[in-house]
T-cell receptor
Framework: DGGITQSPKYLFRKEGQNVTLSCEQNLNHDAMYWYRQDPGQGLRLIYYSQIVNDFQKGDIAEGYSVSREKKESFPLTVTSAQKNPTAFYLC??????????FGDGTRLSIL | EDQVTQSPEALRLQEGESSSLNCSYTVSGLRGLFWYRQDPGKGPEFLFTLYSAGEEKEKERLKATLTKKESFLHITAPKPEDSATYLCAVLMTGFQKLVFGTGTRLLVSP
């Protein structure tokens, strides 16, 4: 079955620690995205990549970093500079103007 | 400013009580409008894409319509399993990224 796999499902971060969220897709989509979802707010775009080895900042990129070394993979690192990282993180992929398909998310909490 | 607004924020229905969810948008150019369903603790699940005013799409008890300024998601004779948050998102011309509304939380009671 084609889809998007996010791992881990739950993640805990200590103060001053960087953590990396994994996102893998086997849909052969060119574009991949990272969103943050907070209660009562819409999905906010962190970073997106339209092609391998290229990515752009979204609306809330500060404190986050990404890489896109392979078409299938788009990991997100939440750095210690992100002061309010507790949220539900969603990864998505798409091809052209077709709808984005989402993974089942990673819930990040602070210890 | 490009904006997508959904109303109501929350809606409680009795099983079989039909209603509509609204998504209004102000964007410079519409490339497509998408409806998603999201269950708690899960990622959004794609429902419909609408590309031009006057277009309609149907799936089981759901029907999505589009005008030049808004979209409606009509729910006919809903069942408890239709309970979820429904998200609307707009893809603008010249951009690859979606602008999401904050969603409508739907609760259908038996």
């Amino acid at each position: 079955d084609g889809g998007i796999t996010q791992s881990p499902k739950y993640l805990f971060r200590k103060e001053g620690q960087n953590v990396t969220l994994s996102c893998e897709q086997n849909l052969n989509h060119d574009a991949m995205y990272w969103y943050r979802q907070d209660p009562g707010q819409g999905l906010r775009l962190i970073y997106y990549s339209q092609i391998v080895n290229d990515f752009q900042k979204g609306d809330i990129a500060e404190g986050y970093s990404v890489s896109r070394e392979k078409k299938e993979s788009f990991p997100l690192t939440v750095t210690s500079a992100q002061k309010n990282p507790t949220a539900f993180y969603l990864c998505a992929s798409s091809q052209g103007a077709q709808p984005q398909h989402f993974g089942d998310g990673t819930r990040l909490s602070i210890l | 400013e490009d904006q997508v607004t959904q109303s109501p924020e929350a809606l409680r229905l009795q099983e079989g009580e039909s209603s509509s969810l609204n998504c209004s948008y102000t964007v410079s150019g519409l490339r497509g409008l998408f409806w998603y369903r999201q269950d708690p603790g899960k990622g959004p699940e794609f429902l419909f894409t609408l590309y031009s005013a006057g277009e309609e799409k149907e799936k089981e008890r759901l029907k999505a319509t589009l005008t030049k300024k808004e979209s409606f998601l009509h729910i006919t004779a809903p069942k408890p399993e239709d309970s979820a948050t429904y998200l609307c998102a707009v893809l603008m011309t010249g951009f690859q990224k979606l602008v999401f509304g904050t969603g409508t939380r739907l609760l259908v009671s038996p």
